[in-house]
């Protein structure tokens, strides 16, 4: 049994080479606990040359574990994964196994998000690739979580298979869906809209009333936070706190919330709805939801020229304008114009919190679109943001 290390930083890296035995452990632990003595905060025991591992050999991985929590276990094989799920011990201890390497040569490449680029490998699956990296590898692994979790809860999603490696990247293989999105379909079948936006408002209906048990998700105003604390480059810190302020007046739920939900990320397959793209799937309010929608159609329209709004969101914006006026009468469950205009009035003040954090993950955002954001934040939402923070809680109440 050999052992070869690296170190990053406050990260080591350990590679096990050979078998664990009840006969080398004893060394194997001195050599390990020597290494460890300083206590780094993240230990990974790379298992992709261990060949096999012995009873007192996984006994010691519990034992470092305890002295560092933050250990995990990488590239096991299959064999050794089977041990630790009869035995229990992946229970105890972080672990994953060696991704099967493929490759999207001659694939078709038939989406590019935020999060990566999306392949199709045959007439069943596809892949979504992200970088090879700790982000990338860490974004991997919560949308899949999020895949399975949300699937399970019964939101309408394709199936998430393995976690695969293709050359220097990580993806997530998932079922095909052989089906066009709301938003072409709505540009190129006008006389369904009605129909299917209905359908669309009922269905973030349905996935608002999902009560989802601790843990299973993100928290979605953390998320908000995050974000908002990393926009230095545009706002002062005064602006900044009063986007967390915003953030902490939205009450906190533990409703499921897409985090995406919009025209191009669900497709249509005959009358019924499908969803993907889970990687912002979280627990929140369900204005999170709502200001999606709100954002990607009529509130680019009441911001931008036409010719934008075209290229933008791929409709014209007298159709934006129609698909919001049957989403927010079917979902909010009225045709009351009062009550309606103090629905708008509440999400347009919020849509400048989700723009503005927004602003370093949507490529649609260029350097001149985020001048433009950030100007018309200073203009219309932070001189009165106490307001509407005073003004908007019972809407939000309500929600």
Same mark, same amino acid.
Not at 19 to 26: G, H, K, Q, R
Not at 227 to 252: C, F, K, N
């Given at each position: 049994m050999k052992l070869e290390h690296s170190r990053q930083g406050n990260e080591v890296?350990?590679?096990?080479?050979?078998?664990?035995?009840?006969? @080398?452990?004893?060394?194997l632990e001195a050599e390990l606990l020597s290494l460890l003595q300083d206590r780094p905060?993240?230990?990974?025991?790379?298992?992709?040359?261990?060949?096999?591992?012995?009873?007192?050999?996984?006994?010691?991985l519990l034992k470092l574990r305890e002295i560092c929590p933050t250990l995990s276990l990488c590239n096991v094989s299959m064999e050794i994964a089977d041990l630790l799920q009869v035995t229990g011990v992946d229970t105890l201890l972080?672990?994953?196994?060696?991704? #099967?390497?493929?490759?999207?040569?001659?694939?078709?490449?038939?989406?590019?998000?935020? @999060?990566?680029?999306?392949?199709?490998?045959?007439?069943?699956? %596809?892949v979504k690739l992200y970088p090879a990296d700790s982000l990338g590898g860490r974004e991997a692994d919560q949308e899949k979580q999020n895949a399975k979790a949300a699937f399970v809860l019964g939101v309408p999603t394709p199936l998430?298979?393995? %976690?695969?490696?293709?050359?220097?990247?990580?993806?997530?293989?998932?079922?095909?869906?052989?089906?066009?999105?709301? #938003?072409d379909v709505v540009a190129n079948e006008p006389e369904r809209t009605e129909f299917l936006v209905t359908r669309a408002a009922q269905l973030l209906q349905r996935l608002h009333s999902i009560e989802v048990p601790a843990g299973t998700f993100p928290d979605m105003g953390e998320t908000y936070r995050k974000?908002? =604390?990393?926009? =230095?480059?545009?706002?002062?810190?005064?602006?900044?706190?009063?986007?967390?302020?915003? %953030?902490?007046?939205?009450?906190?739920r533990n409703t499921y919330v897409h985090g995406d939900y919009h025209r191009g990320n669900l497709m249509v397959q005959g009358d019924e709805l499908i969803l993907i793209d889970m990687a912002d799937s979280s627990t929140g309010h369900p204005l999170y939801d709502v200001l999606s929608v709100y954002m990607l159609g009529i509130d680019l329209v009441n911001k931008?020229?036409?010719?934008?709004?075209?290229?933008?969101?791929?409709?014209?914006?007298? =159709?934006?304008?129609?698909?919001?006026?049957?989403?927010?009468?079917?979902?909010?469950?009225? #045709?009351?114009?009062?009550?309606?205009?103090?629905?708008e009035a509440m999400l347009d003040a919020y849509c400048w919190l989700r723009h503005l954090t927004f602003l370093n993950i949507a490529p649609v955002y260029t350097p001149q679109l985020r001048q433009k954001i950030v100007a018309g934040a200073r203009a219309h939402l932070f001189?009165?943001?106490?307001?509407s923070i005073g003004l908007f809680a019972g809407i939000l109440g309500e929600m």
């Open positions: 890296t350990v590679c096990l080479k050979g078998s664990i035995t009840a006969e @080398n452990s004893p060394r905060e993240k230990v990974i025991l790379d298992a992709g040359e261990l060949v096999s591992i012995s009873g007192s050999g996984l006994r010691l972080d672990s994953r196994r060696a991704l #099967r390497e493929i490759s999207v040569s001659g694939c078709p490449c038939i989406g590019k998000g935020k @999060n990566g680029a999306v392949y199709r490998l045959d007439g069943e699956t %596809i998430s298979y393995d %976690i695969v490696r293709c050359g220097e990247e990580i993806g997530i293989i998932f079922e095909s869906v052989e089906a066009p999105s709301l #938003r974000r908002a =604390t990393g926009l =230095t480059e545009y706002l002062t810190a005064d602006e900044i706190h009063l986007l967390e302020q915003m %953030i902490d007046s939205i009450p906190v931008f020229p036409p010719q934008m709004v075209k290229r933008l969101i791929g409709w014209e914006p007298d =159709t934006a304008r129609k698909v919001w006026e049957i989403f927010r009468s079917v979902y909010f469950g009225t #045709r009351d114009a009062r009550r309606l205009a103090q629905i001189p009165k943001a106490a307001e």
